[in-house]
């Protein structure tokens, strides 16, 4: 009993934790009314009340696919243009600021302006969300490919490989740790980025979901709209940690 408690405590704490904070929620309910702090069991009832109406899984689908849309725009937008810079250190300090300055501009000021250029369509939504996937992205793909042995490649070349075996056998396995780690950045913000759309304009989502609910003073149901992006984010990440799994073996050893 002792070794499965050292090996596996980590795993026991999850739960442990979820259930502590419950009990803290609970409690600090008790101080406030409902409009203000909802407790656990409110917010659980408003949760399926929306669910049985089915209208909780249609602003989840939709806040869903526009996040994983924009990502995916955002990787297939990122990953060549880091291959590039990290090859290119001229450019790469010639687009170093812009890129800097595009980056510190706050999404929520960004995300009117896209929605008056594209409309209260998927279009805007989706736009938002890659632009706050594509950077992190972008920033561990340059990291990444920069993480190449040149001598390896060196070496590669006299052996009389070509550039793309240089790529898929070298470049891409050295680099793919680190673009994993912007990958898993990029997903979570992806869903930051779609909400954020919502907030500025929308028919439909978690965001808009939030801002209804806001309207109306139904705390409960913002209360369950932040829980489902919480779960949404943690669902996604994990996605991207499986795919990391399965595609980066040595890493499992070295855990």
Not at 76 to 105: M, N, T
Request: charged share 10%; proline share 6%; net charge positive.
């Amino acid at each position: 009993m002792q070794n499965f408690l050292q090996k596996y405590y980590e795993y026991l704490l999850i739960p442990l934790g979820f259930i502590i904070f419950i009990g803290i929620w609970h409690f600090l309910a008790g101080f406030y009314p409902a409009f203000i702090l909802p407790g656990p069991g409110k917010v659980w009832t408003r949760m399926m009340e929306y669910w049985s109406k089915g209208l909780l899984l249609q602003h989840l689908v939709t806040t869903s696919f526009e996040a994983i849309l924009g990502f995916v725009i955002g990787v297939v937008l990122a990953l060549p243009f880091s291959y590039f810079l990290a090859h290119h250190p001229f450019f790469e300090r010639c687009l170093a600021p812009y890129i800097v300055g595009l980056q510190a501009i706050p999404t929520v000021a960004l995300a009117p302006l896209l929605v008056i250029w594209f409309g209260f369509g998927l279009t805007s939504k989706v736009l938002i969300a890659t632009l706050v996937s594509f950077f992190p992205i972008l920033t561990n793909g340059i990291m990444g490919f920069r993480n190449t042995d040149p001598r390896l490649a060196e070496l590669m070349a006299i052996m009389g490989a070509k550039r793309t075996q240089v790529f898929v056998k070298l470049e891409l396995p050295s680099a793919l740790p680190v673009i994993f780690g912007g990958l898993k950045l990029g997903i979570t913000f992806s869903v930051i980025g779609a909400v954020v759309g919502e907030f500025a304009g929308a028919g439909k989502g978690l965001g808009y979901l939030v801002n209804a609910a806001r309207g109306s003073f139904d705390t409960p149901l913002i209360f369950v709209a932040l829980i489902i992006l919480a779960l949404l984010g943690i669902a996604f990440y994990l996605l991207i940690a499986w795919m990391e799994y399965g595609l980066l073996p040595w890493r499992r050893h070295q855990n």
